[in-house]
């Protein structure tokens, strides 16, 4: 008598779909006295593995979880703010195709003086053109930040050797961060302005740390950054500024927002 | 949450037109589903609640990629998800480059033998959900939040496939290697008592 593989034992206990092989599997289940056993201490092990019961929310979390989002989404609608809706900027022209293009050479390395050259090439584009290197350069950058913030958040105060590569990143976003400040004027955004402000002071702090990063000042920064809910605003920032705009960009994150 | 759609999609046809508010509906419509699954996959208040607030934000950035032949419910859901998922891979990450600067090989038994210590004191005093937390660390991001979707929410191998985008039949054999793991976690938890 051939007896039920582990695997089997499994898919009977999370009812897979039924077919000829599991009705011929549960007539063995409930004949064999050995594999009713082993079903019985797979059952007992599940259940060791109950589902757990979240924390209650009381009947008003969806109503706060709106609250919270609900002034940073922007209106589907095209009005003067056309930029936050997708469509205007899809047919990239040939000019803003290499604007764009640019505008990221521009951003990637730090020594931009060294390219004013380039900068007049942008500068002369049509305005629309300029505002929309100035999207696409600002949602690198909110990308940047964000993942720099996701690792402070993260990052472990007790071990200072690992935040090294953190603060040299931090060197790297301050320059870009006084960049998009002055060109964020362009936008009119008051959230953005607030926030590219907090991520300065932030950056600053992390960036200018002689001896390295100490655990008191991580907890300290990320004790700054949790009571100013940076992360999250980064992230709406970043959340407005929709993929379709910035795509040919050399933005290289995941999964995450 | 599949029973609201009609509503559902009348709320994204108002939003996509201009009314920002509509989108409040959906949100306290859904919010109460994704903090439970985000819950679960997360082992964490605090994280659960970012993640509920990531997805949202996600939908409604990408919602003009909402096909209106889907239910909004499972879209939302299959999102938070993948925050979810993305949560802990990252907390994951932390925490394995922190384990690999202390390479001490007696580690891993020294966190079994502390919460093995009282697994009857856990039991009474309803902190049940740490002698599962522990069993659970020994699965990797996918298979934890595979196994969630299969034991604790119920979900098709073919759902917990597209949630995660693989294929039906490796979602089948995630969740297969994290009732392995588990078992063998448990084994091991229980032998030490
Ligand atoms: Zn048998």
Avoid at chain 1, 79 to 102: E, F, I, P, Q
Avoid at chain 2, 167 to 174: D, E, R, S
Wanted: with cysteine.
């Amino acid at each position: 008598m051939k007896h039920l593989t582990e695997e089997e034992l499994i898919g009977e206990a999370f009812g897979e779909r039924r077919g000829k092989s599991e009705a011929a599997n549960e007539q063995h289940l409930a004949t064999c006295a050995e594999c009713a056993q082993a079903y019985a201490a797979l059952q007992n092990d599940l259940a060791e593995v109950a589902p757990v019961e979240p924390p209650a929310r009381d009947a008003n979390y969806g109503e706060r979880v709106w609250q919270s989002l609900a002034p940073s989404l922007a209106v589907y609608r095209a009005d003067k703010r056309r930029w936050l809706r997708t469509g205007l900027w899809k047919g990239l022209s040939y000019a803003a195709a290499c604007a764009l293009l640019v505008a990221c050479a521009f951003y990637a390395g730090r020594q931009w003086e060294q390219r004013q050259p380039h900068i007049t090439v942008v500068k002369s584009a049509p305005p629309e053109v300029k505002q929309h290197v100035v999207l696409v350069v600002l949602s690198d950058h909110l990308d940047r930040s964000e993942r720099l913030l996701v690792e402070l958040k993260h990052a472990d105060a007790g071990s200072t050797e690992m935040v090294s590569p953190m603060r040299d990143e931090a060197r790297s976003l301050l320059a870009a961060n006084r960049e998009c400040r002055q060109n964020a004027k362009q936008i009119d955004d008051p959230a953005l302005a607030t926030a590219l402000e907090h991520l300065d002071r932030l950056l600053g702090e992390l960036a200018n740390q002689p001896e390295g990063l100490n655990t008191a000042t991580i907890l300290r920064l990320q004790d700054e950054m949790n009571a100013d809910g940076l992360l999250f605003k980064v992230r709406v920032l970043r959340s407005r500024i929709p993929d379709q705009q910035t795509t040919g960009t050399n933005r290289s994150k995941g999964g995450t927002i | 949450m599949h029973c609201m759609g009609k509503n559902d999609h009348e709320a994204i046809r108002a939003v996509l037109g201009g009314d920002k508010e509509a989108f409040g509906a959906l949100v306290m419509r859904h919010s109460h589903s994704l903090f439970r699954v985000a819950f679960r996959i997360t082992g964490n208040e605090a994280d659960a609640e970012d993640v509920v607030q990531e997805a949202f934000l996600r939908g409604y950035r990408k919602l003009e990629s909402f096909e209106s032949r889907s239910d909004f419910g499972t879209w939302i859901y299959r999102i938070a998800v993948h925050c979810a998922l993305d949560r802990i891979k990252s907390s994951r990450a932390n925490e394995a480059s922190r384990l690999a600067e202390e390479t001490d090989p007696e580690l891993d038994d020294v966190q079994v033998a502390d919460l093995a210590a009282g697994p009857d004191r856990l039991l009474l005093s309803g902190e049940i959900g740490a002698l599962q937390q522990t069993a659970m660390q020994s699965l990797t991001p996918t298979e934890r939040t595979a196994f969630v979707l299969r034991h604790m929410e119920d979900c098709s191998t073919e759902e917990i496939g597209a949630a995660l985008g693989i294929a039906p039949n490796a979602a089948k054999q995630a969740v297969f290697r994290a009732v392995q793991k588990l078992r063998f976690r448990l084994a091991t938890l229980r032998v030490k008592v």
